[in-house]
T-cell receptor, first 109, second 114 residues
Framework: GIQVEQSPPDLILQEGANSTLRCNFS?????LQWFHQNPWGQLINLFY???GTKQNGRLSATTVATERYSLLYISSSQTTDSGVYFC???????????FGKGTHLIIQP | KAGVTQTPRYLIKTRGQQVTLSCSPI?????VSWYQQTPGQGLQFLFE???????NKGNFPGRFSGRQFSNSRSEMNVSTLELGDSALYLC?????????????FGEGSWLTVV
């Protein structure tokens, strides 16, 4: 099945810093989403982005489908941005969304 | 517009028992999918239902089953519970299914098997 690799696995930043999270996938996809998992476990949808670029406030994402990677940018980080960020894709014959292992982001005040 | 609603939020069961979890999708969404999250295996796809039919199934034993009702609400059942079934079970809904549609998740049901 399709493989999803996220990097870095852990990231510690000071408030106000910018960050880039990466997601590599091994096959063509027909769905790619970025999620933020809050401390209570809920996956909050950030972007649906199987290709192209989108922006929402301080967050933006870019997927280069031909090169099989996606990037999530967080600018001017706030402590509330802390948590785990997941990339999830569907493709390569898989039936559901395949998730990466996530990037654990800690924003220190 | 209400989001995806899952019940119960927390539950504790004993090995060998069975459990049923419920999911109400966003109004108008016809697809419901289920995922299991554990510290060791991460997030794994269980199954997807669309218009009361199971459309896709992940690599889980037959003890895991589900169904979808005519109002798109879904239930999943785990029989003969094992300690390893302790997990966060997440339900997601979308308009028409996973390909090409944004998936929205509920808050999850935390299951502990003792």
């Amino acid at each position: 099945g399709i493989q999803v690799e996220q990097s870095p696995p852990d990231l510690i930043l000071q408030e106000g810093a910018n960050s880039t999270l990466r997601c590599n996938f091994s096959d063509s996809v027909n769905n790619l989403q970025w999620f933020h998992q809050n401390p209570w476990g809920q996956l909050i949808n950030l972007f649906y982005i199987p290709s192209g670029t989108k922006q929402n406030g301080r967050l933006s994402a870019t997927t280069v489908a031909t090169e099989r990677y996606s990037l999530l940018y967080i600018s001017s980080s706030q402590t509330t941005d802390s948590g785990v960020y997941f990339c999830a894709v569907r493709g390569g014959g898989a039936d559901g969304l395949t998730f990466g292992k996530g990037t654990h982001l800690i924003i220190q005040p | 517009k209400a989001g995806v609603t899952q019940t119960p939020r927390y539950l504790i069961k004993t090995r060998g028992q069975q459990v049923t979890l419920s999911c109400s999708p966003i109004s108008g969404h016809r697809s419901v999918s289920w995922y299991q999250q554990t510290p060791g295996q991460g997030l794994q796809f269980l199954f997807e239902y669309f218009s009361e039919t199971q459309r896709n199934k992940g690599n889980f034993p037959g003890r895991f089953s589900g169904r979808q009702f005519s109002n798109s609400r879904s239930e999943m059942n785990v029989s003969t519970l094992e300690l390893g079934d302790s997990a966060l079970y997440l339900c997601a809904s979308s308009l028409e299914g996973i390909p090409g549609n944004t998936i929205y998740f509920g808050e999850g049901s935390w299951l502990t098997v003792v």
